[in-house]
């Protein structure tokens, strides 16, 4: 399964419409519902919108580890968002701008 963690509706959109007939995705809208969610079912590629209200680095960065398999990550921001690009990739293994993250969609879906 992917999880997007989103609440923009319009980027959720538009992986949905490259996703694999072979894939489902999930959006969840917090790190608090991810965690959830994780216990539930197995992730394959895990995609954050960087830019979600009272997204904690820390939190997210320790639910990826606790992954087990531990799926790809993905997490995007807008590029005038320099500073939080910066403070994600410390934490977060692939952080790309949305301008990027909008253009490899359909690689990074179709990836296992």
Avoid: C, Y
């Amino acid at each position: 399964m992917i999880v997007f963690v989103t609440q923009d509706l319009m980027i959720l959109s538009a992986a949905r419409s490259v996703l694999p007939e072979s894939s489902s995705l999930k959006q969840v809208a917090s790190v608090t519902r991810l965690k959830a969610l994780i216990t539930e079912t197995s992730v394959r590629v895990l995609l954050v919108d960087l830019q979600t209200p009272g997204l904690d680095l820390d939190a997210l960065a320790a639910a990826h580890a606790s992954l087990e398999p531990t799926p790809k990550m993905v997490a995007f921001a807008q590029h005038v968002n320099i500073a939080l690009l910066e403070e994600a990739k410390k934490r977060l293994p692939h952080v790309l701008t949305r301008g990027q993250f909008n253009s490899k969609l359909p690689e990074i879906l179709a990836q296992d």
